[in-house]
């Protein structure tokens, strides 16, 4: 309201000075020159008609026109008012949006569930890193794996050549023991 009084009274003066500009003769001059052309009669001033009535119509008009322009003014306030809540109703709404693009630019659906990116991106650092170690684990037990089997394929090779050594000396050991038998044997029959 303050602002809508002060922004008339700007208009209504320069309004006022613009026809006091425009029109050489102004009211306040005309007022003057009506006093100091008027006669004099006792304490009086007697003042021709024509011209107090030239006058009157000037103020008459000069009221009229400020009258317009107060009129002018208000409606040029009112919609200028209108344009301001238009642009704060149309500024309330664009932050609104703003702020909902926001939100949906900083949160993802992740399984149906709106969740922030941040919190997004740490639960999926989080499994990739837990995968990670699972490999590392899985790395780690297959390469002990690895190395228990080709031990254990080495020690079945050896194994495998002991009792193939084995075999070969039980077998000339029974032959040897054989050929004594069989030697004592034929022995014995010629005695």
Request: charged residues 25%; contains cysteine; positive net charge.
């Amino acid at each position: 309201m303050k602002k809508a009084i002060i922004l008339s009274a700007t208009l209504l003066t320069f309004t006022l000075s613009s026809y006091s500009q425009s029109d050489t003769n102004t009211i306040e001059h005309q007022f003057n020159t009506l006093i100091s052309q008027s006669n004099n009669w006792q304490n009086y001033k007697v003042v021709e008609k024509n011209k107090l009535q030239h006058v009157q119509q000037n103020v008459k008009d000069s009221i009229n026109n400020l009258q317009t322009t107060i009129r002018e003014n208000k409606n040029s306030l009112i919609e200028q008012k209108k344009s301001i809540d238009s642009l704060s109703s149309q500024l309330q709404v664009l932050q609104e949006n703003l702020t909902i693009a926001i939100d949906k630019e900083n949160n993802l659906d992740f399984i149906g569930i709106s969740t922030h990116k941040s919190t997004f991106k740490t639960i999926v650092w989080s499994i990739i890193l837990i995968l990670l170690l699972v490999l590392g684990i899985l790395f780690i037990q297959f390469k002990k794996s690895f190395t228990n089997t080709k031990d254990a394929c080495r020690k079945q090779i050896e194994a495998e050549s002991e009792l193939e050594e084995y075999k070969k000396s039980s077998l000339e050991r029974e032959q040897k023991i054989r050929r004594q038998l069989q030697d004592e044997i034929n022995k014995n029959k010629r005695v």
